[in-house]
């Protein structure tokens, strides 16, 4: 059903506006997918699937990846829809209208998606008010929520440490970790924050600043790199990683290694280079970090994949386009259902 509706009407439109009519649909429609999950209509996770990582019980591996709930609109209906966590932004300080359009684009022929966003969200202030909100509820308490952070396109790579740390600042209080992006394609000099000098202080402000925003809990904190980093570059992020106490790695976000027009390009072509990653990582770090694989998954084979390549928990979003409303909720459980 869902395939049909896709081909003959989402589609046909406009990439963008089929974003938003998605996160509209989640957000309006929350209390009809927590209907049908109590009715039992949604495939559920088995308990004995659960994941421990960073100090949080995550109640299924698959949670859903940044970029598409980018102002916490929709976290409710997102978690009713079976992602066993949400994570949400790219959020910035101020809020920022993005890059020019059009700026998204479907690659239907490799079953991916391009975008050159630019980071257009409301601001962290308005973020920090909506989880407010959604914290104030036993319910909105138990979704597992990941915060992602980022910089404002005008602010020079020299500050880029002050905007991490406002943001983290104002939301680490209703977030269970935060993730510091220094890997999205669309924001001009953003990859060149990879770099060991130029990320040291950026996680340093914004671990000082989560701590300082809340004393009672420790609020894990993750990076987010790249695909296209060299191999002695991911070495390098990863021994930072250590050095500095850093909770997680996430790998990786969307490559620019393609010839398909500007942006990132995300779907299955990042597969092979999303095992690499993890793999490389995960000898690298040991067991201490957790290790989010995210980039390419489709199917249960590549789930299981990036798992057996060192992955602790993954994060789909392409996919989740494609496939329709309830693919996370059955991936969920047929990976925590069987051994």
């Known amino acids: 059903m869902y395939s049909a509706f896709y081909r003959n009407f989402l589609a046909r439109t406009d990439a963008e506006w089929a974003h938003r009519f998605g996160v509209w649909s989640f957000a309006a429609g929350g209390w ?22 960073m100090g949080i019980r995550f109640p299924a591996p698959v949670g859903l990846a940044a970029g598409m709930d980018k102002d916490a609109d929709a976290v409710p209906g997102l978690a009713a829809a ?70 404002n396109k005008d602010t020079p790579a020299e500050a880029a440490a002050d905007d991490y740390a406002y943001s983290a600042r104002l939301l680490a209080p209703y977030a269970d970790y935060l993730v510091v992006n220094v890997s999205s394609p669309n924001t001009p000099g953003l990859r060149d924050l990879q770099s060991v000098e130029t990320l040291r202080p950026i996680l340093a402000a914004t671990r000082t600043a989560a701590d300082a925003a809340v004393t009672d809990r420790h609020v894990p904190l993750l ?52 095992l ?42 392409t996919a989740f386009v494609y496939e329709g409303p309830w693919w996370v909720a059955r991936l969920n459980r047929a990976l925590t259902s069987k051994p």
Request: proline share 4%; hydrophobic share 40%; charged share 25%.
């Open 276 to 317: 690499e990653i993890v793999a490389r990582l995960r000898s690298r770090v040991g067991e201490g970090l957790c290790v989010i694989g995210v980039g390419g998954v489709s199917s249960e084979g590549d789930a299981r994949a990036l798992l057996a390549a060192g992955a602790t928990l993954l994060q789909v979003y």
């Open 32 to 53: 009809g997918f927590r209907t049908m999950r109590r009715l039992g209509l949604v495939a559920r996770p088995a308990r004995r699937g659960a994941v421990d990582a």
């Open 82 to 151: 079976g992602f066993g966590y949400v994570e949400v932004g790219t959020v910035t300080p101020k809020a920022q209208p993005g890059n020019d359009k059009p700026r998204s684009w479907r690659e239907m022929d490799i079953h991916g998606l391009r975008n050159r966003m630019g980071f257009n969200n409301a601001g962290a202030d308005a973020m920090a008010a909506k989880l407010e909100r959604l914290r104030s509820s036993r319910s909105g308490r138990r979704i597992v929520l990941g915060v992602n952070l980022g910089k």
């Open 223 to 274: 990076v987010k790199i790249a695909p296209d980093l060299a191999d002695d570059d991911v070495d390098a992020v990863a021994d930072l990683a250590l050095e500095m106490g850093l909770d997680g790695i996430v790998a990786a976000n969307t490559t620019i290694s393609h010839d398909r027009g500007p942006g990132g390009l995300s779907g299955p072509v990042l597969l092979p280079r999303a």
